[in-house]
Every structure is written in C-alpha cells, then in structure tokens.
C-alpha cells in the first residue's frame, strides 16, 4: 500500500528542476537576440543562436494541412523539413517591417537542458499578421544558450 501511496504523490508533485538565476537570464537575453534579430532582419546572426541548421524549426500544422501534404506523400509527418533556412531568407530579404513579440514568457531550466514557451504576435508593418503559442527546448553548450528546437501555433 505505501508503494502506491509515494507513486500518487510523486505524480501529482510539480517537477523539480536544478536551476540557477544566471542561466534563467542567459535564456531570456537568447529569446532577446532572437527577437532584435528579426528586427533587425538578420537572418544570419538569427541562425548562429541555433545549435545546427539541423534543428527542428517549424509550426504544427493542421490535421487539414497535413492530409492535403499527404496526396502527395504518404509518409508525411505533420512536420516537414525545418522552415530554419526559409525564415531567415524572408528576413534578408524582406522590405517589410518585421517584429515578433513575447508575452507570458515561462522559462524551465535543469543544468544544461532548458524549456522556453510564451505566446506570441508575429507583426509585419506594425500589424499583427498571426499569433500562438511558441515553445523552444535550449542546451547549454561551450558555455552558451543554443536553440534546439522551435516548434509553434499559428492562429
């Protein structure tokens, strides 16, 4: 009976996390670069805050878009290839005014593993243009915060 006892109550405990204030800063300058860089429209330096081109990068899609992708391929996963590499041409290449916003920003960090969600405004020409919820996993590598991954809603 005691068994069932402590695995009730482990389920229903909040996670504990290692965390330390630095690190908890160092994520939140790493969504801030991240931001100054669309602003900016450099897609370059965008790219040198993810751990590899490699990285997932992308919005969940639809159940709707999803089995319109799979007409075309059958194994289609609802993901794709990341939109990495597409999102930081628009940026270099866009003459809009460009400019994404954070709200209700939780930051989750156990040693060098960390977990960042927040809703958001996508904003071009100082209007919103979509909105959801973005939630990125982070590691610490070299003594730096890296992206890796960026996965999101689009409303």
Same mark, same amino acid.
């Given at each position: 009976?005691?068994?069932?006892?402590?695995?009730?109550?482990?389920?229903?405990?909040?996670? #504990?996390?290692?965390s330390n204030g630095d /690190?908890?800063?160092?994520? &939140?300058?790493?969504?801030? *670069?991240? !931001? =100054? %860089?669309?602003?900016?429209?450099?897609?370059?330096?965008?790219?040198?805050?993810?751990?590899?081109?490699?990285?997932?990068?992308?919005?969940?899609?639809?159940?709707?878009?999803?089995?319109?992708?799979?007409?075309?391929?059958?194994?289609?996963?609802?993901?794709?290839p990341s939109q990495l590499?597409?999102?930081? #041409?628009?940026?270099?290449?866009?003459? /809009?005014?460009?400019?994404? &916003?954070?709200?209700?920003? *939780?930051? !989750? =960090? %156990?040693?060098?593993?960390?977990?960042?969600?927040?809703?958001?405004?996508?904003?071009?020409?100082?209007?919103?243009?979509?909105?959801?919820?973005?939630?990125?996993?982070?590691?610490?590598?070299?003594?730096?915060?890296?992206?890796?991954?960026?996965?999101?809603?689009?409303?």
């Amino acid at each position: 009976m005691w068994g069932l006892v402590s695995q009730a109550s482990a389920q229903e405990a909040e996670p #504990k996390f290692n965390s330390n204030g630095d /690190d908890i800063m160092r994520i &939140r300058g790493l969504l801030d *670069e991240f !931001r =100054q %860089d669309i602003i900016r429209k450099d897609g370059y330096a965008l790219t040198k805050l993810v751990l590899n081109p490699d990285v997932l990068f992308h919005h969940t899609n639809t159940q709707e878009e999803i089995d319109s992708a799979r007409k075309y391929n059958a194994q289609f996963d609802g993901i794709g290839p990341s939109q990495l590499d597409g999102f930081a #041409k628009l940026l270099a290449t866009s003459k /809009d005014k460009l400019e994404e &916003r954070f709200r209700n920003i *939780e930051i !989750r =960090q %156990d040693g060098p593993l960390g977990l960042v969600t927040f809703n958001y405004d996508f904003v071009i020409n100082d209007k919103v243009h979509h909105s959801g919820l973005e939630v990125w996993q982070v590691c610490k590598i070299d003594g730096q915060w890296k992206i890796l991954s960026v996965a999101w809603t689009i409303y």
